[in-house]
């Protein structure tokens, strides 16, 4: 049984830099043809894909979001981590992490198996 969960800081600055980290079981993230995504939701809005790291350890992000935000791994630990840089109060959501092998498209969130509950993160001063 795969199982994804978060964990995140909660509550954070504008300007600061969070990580939110993904936690897998029952399947490792380097398993052929998978990919680990980040998903967020802000209030009141849709699902919002963020970007992912394939299980050879490639990423991509969504172009409006590449240049602050970063994913990376820790085999050892079996998880993957999402680095957000100068935060704005527009980046508070219920950010999700999910994964799985997509057969059509990787930025496709109805293909992803997996997906953990979601962990708010509200920027605010």
């Known amino acids: 049984q795969v199982q994804l969960q978060e964990s995140g800081p909660g509550l954070v600055k504008p300007s600061q830099a969070p990580s939110l980290t993904c936690t897998v079981s029952?399947?490792?993230?380097?398993?052929?043809?998978?990919?680990w995504s980040w998903i967020r939701q802000p209030p009141g809005k849709g699902l919002e894909w963020i970007g992912y790291?394939?299980?050879?350890?490639?990423?991509y992000y969504i172009p409006s979001l590449k240049s602050r935000t970063a994913i990376s791994r820790d085999t050892s630990t079996n998880q993957f981590t999402l680095h957000v840089k100068s935060v704005t109060p527009e980046d508070t959501a219920v950010y999700y992490c999910?994964?799985?092998?997509?057969?059509?498209?990787?930025?496709?969130?109805?293909?992803?198996?997996?997906w953990g509950q979601g962990t708010q993160v509200t920027v605010s001063s």
């Open positions: 790291i394939a299980y050879s350890g490639s990423t």
């Open positions: 029952g399947c490792s993230i380097t398993t052929n043809g998978y990919y």
């Open positions: 999910a994964g799985g092998p997509p057969q059509t498209s990787v930025q496709a969130m109805s293909e992803y198996d997996y």
